[in-house]
Structure formats: structure tokens, C-alpha cells
């Protein structure tokens, strides 16, 4: 049908606008925060961009669902506005008839929806993790930074050196200070190089002086020293003792039912119901006055996506709580929504008024006195 085939056009190209937009913003505040974090040694300032691509890529069901959403008010609300529905209706059709081509046109975006946050998502996640796995587990000749105090891996060390050369071998007025054992010492020096020896590394410090003092006993001892060697903690990357649940794959969440799994679980399945009800309610919502301006439309939009996804995040943490269980807050949240906007369209359908659905009732109270 030509009507069919205008509207997804229509619908493809205020698609696509949104979609440009809300990645444009999603990356910006995404860069700022990667940045932050860079800033504060969470990982690599080197793979910013890396960290950047993978979080946006996690954020990607959510811009799909939101931009499909608004797609779908704004083009029906311009319809609306321009009395094109006014057409519509006198061909004897109504909103239900608008379901079909809007899910014929959304059915591919509700796929990548369904990818993305069934197995992209935990991959993007294992990859941000894995990348400040790798940083965080760096050799401390790795961490050392010129003017900067950096701890060591296991936090036992603190390193300070005012230049260095660009590979990290060699370094002027040198600042270590340790905590090991029961020891306190602090170890100074004009110059420090990284020497190899016999499959181990060691730095070897030039004219310093070191202080040692033992925890509760009150006794320092003060040496100088001409050269002064120090082995330095290896660069062997140990496995993570704690898998972030949000980095599991989604058949490994099937087959635990533990709290937490099934919590992560919600929000993926979550995302894509979400995306489903939101063209049912987007349906519904459109209807706008001609005289009126249709931005009251997108403000709802924008605070009904809010509002679900809140909802969406209100229940991870009731049922990683175990205050409920996932079967109750899906049909809960996702069956609401969906028979709320399926009733709000049956409105709209029929011209419904308050007065028509309550008059039943009225009559059948007169007939029962």
C-alpha cells in the first residue's frame, strides 16, 4: 500500500536524524567520562578510545529502542498535525492499523536490539574489564608516570621520579617508599636505572639515602648508600578473582539461578521487551491537536522512556536482592506495560470517553434498584 510505503520513509529518515543525534551525545558524554577515569589511573589513558567504542557499543539497545520510540511519536504526531490522519480515518482505518507497518519497518532494529543485549552487550562489558584487568596488574616500572606519585600493584609501594626517559629505563631524583613485612622504609636517590639479571629485573639506585623503620618499635635506621638494587614486582598478568556479573555470556545466566544472575538477566531481556512496548505506547501517544504545538508529545516521550527504564534498573536490584522473583517483575513490568499501552490504543481506536466506559456501570446499578 502507498500509505504504508510513505510512512516507512518517513519513519526510516526521523529514525535515522534521532539515531545520529543521540549517538553524537552518548559518545560526547561517554568521551568526558572516559577521560575522568583515564585521569584517575582506572586504565590506559592510551585506550580511551578503545574503552569509548566498547561503552558505547553496550549503550547501543537503548539508543536503538529510544530513537525507534521517538521516531515513531514524531512522525505520527506531524501526521496529526497535518491532518494527514484525518485521511486516514475517513478510509475507514484506525490506530490499529498502524501496527503492522510500524513493526514491519521496526522488525529489523528489534533484531540488533535482541543481539546487542543478548551477546554484544556482555562482550562489550568483558573488554572494559579485561582492559583495566591489564592495567590494573602492570609491572610498577609500567606505573611510574614523571612528577607523579603511583602505587604499586599490591599497594605496598609508593614510586615518585621527577624525569624519565620515553621507555621507563632510566630516571632522575628517584622517591620509593615501602610498607612490607612490618618495615617502613623510605629509599631517596639522584638517578635509578632498570637492570636485568638472571630472568629478573631489578632497579638499581645511585647516591640516595634510605630510611627503615619497624612498625611499633620506634627504632630508624639511616644509611647512605653509592648504589642500591631493588628487585621490581613482575609484570605477569594474574587472572581476575572477581567476574563482573555483567560480562557473563547470557547462556551462562540461564543455567545459574542465583539472585544476581537472573537480576542481570532482567535488563537484558528487559531492553528488548522495552523496545516492544515502546511502539505500542508510541502508537498511542502520538495523538496530537492540530492548533497545539507537538513538542508536548517528545517531552512525554522523553519522560516515559525515563520512567521504564528506571523501573527497569529499580527491579536488577529487587531481585539481585531476592525481593522478587524474575517471572513476577517481568510480567509485572513488561505484561503492565504492554496491556496498559494496548488498552490506551483500544481507546484511541474506538474514540472511548471516560463517561462512555463508566455509563455500563451506571446503567447496571439503575437496573439492579
Known amino acids: 500500500m502507498l500509505f504504508h510505503s510513505s510512512i516507512r520513509k518517513e519513519l526510516a529518515r526521523s529514525f535515522g536524524a534521532t539515531l545520529i543525534v543521540l549517538s553524537t551525545v552518548i559518545m560526547t558524554m561517554t568521551l568526558i567520562r572516559t577521560l575522568g577515569q583515564a585521569s584517575r589511573g582506572s586504565f590506559d589513558p592510551s585506550d580511551v578510545m578503545l574503552i569509548m567504542g566498547y561503552t558505547v557499543l553496550a549503550y547501543m539497545p537503548t539508543i536503538l529502542t529510544m530513537s525507534l520510540f521517538i521516531a515513531t511519536i514524531a512522525t505520527l504526531s506531524r501526521m496529526y498535525g497535518d491532518s494527514e490522519m484525518v485521511i486516514w480515518f475517513g478510509g475507514g482505518k484506525g490506530l490499529s492499523a498502524l501496527i503492522a507497518p510500524l513493526f514491519r519497518f521496526a522488525w529489523p532494529v528489534l533484531v540488533v536490539v535482541v543481539l546487542l543485549s543478548l551477546l554484544v552487550l556482555p ?50 631524583n628517584v622517591f620509593i617508599a615501602t610498607n612490607e613485612n612490618g618495615k617502613e622504609t623510605i629509599t631517596s636517590a639522584r638517578s635509578g636505572r632498570v637492570q636485568t639479571q638472571v630472568n629478573a629485573r631489578f632497579l638499581m639506585l645511585n647516591n640516595g639515602q634510605r630510611l627503615e623503620l619497624t612498625v611499633g618499635q620506634g627504632d630508624l635506621k639511616i644509611s647512605e648508600f653509592e648504589e642500591y638494587g631493588t628487585q621490581i614486582e613482575g609484570d605477569l598478568l594474574g587472572a581476575a578473582n572477581y567476574i563482573p556479573v555483567n560480562t557473563l555470556p547470557t547462556l551462562e545466566l540461564l543455567t545459574n539461578r542465583t539472585p544476581a544472575y537472573m537480576a542481570e538477566l532482567s535488563w537484558r531481556l528487559g531492553m528488548i521487551f522495552a523496545a516492544i512496548n515502546f511502539i505500542i505506547i508510541g502508537i498511542a501517544a502520538s495523538s496530537v491537536n492540530p492548533r497545539m504545538g507537538r513538542s508536548s508529545n517528545l517531552v512525554f516521550a522523553l519522560f516515559c522512556f525515563i520512567f521504564y527504564y528506571n ?34 490504543l483500544a481507546k484511541r481506536h474506538h474514540n472511548w470517553q471516560w463517561r462512555d466506559l463508566m455509563r455500563p456501570a451506571r446503567l447496571l446499578r439503575k437496573s439492579t434498584l
Open 311 to 344: 523501573l527497569l534498573n529499580l527491579g536488577q536490584n529487587w531481585i539481585a536482592n531476592g525481593a522478587m522473583s524474575l517471572a513476577g517483575f517481568m510480567l509485572a513490568l513488561h505484561g503492565g506495560a504492554l496491556g496498559a499501552g494496548l488498552l490506551w
Open 123 to 172: 562482550w562489550s562489558n568483558g573488554k572494559i574489564e579485561s582492559l583495566k584487568h591489564q592495567y590494573e596488574k602492570r609491572g610498577d616500572i609500567e606505573r611510574i608516570e614523571p612528577g607523579q606519585f603511583q602505587e604499586s600493584a599490591g599497594g605496598k609501594r609508593v614510586f615518585f621520579v621527577e624525569k624519565n626517559t620515553s621507555a621507563n629505563q632510566t630516571g632522575s
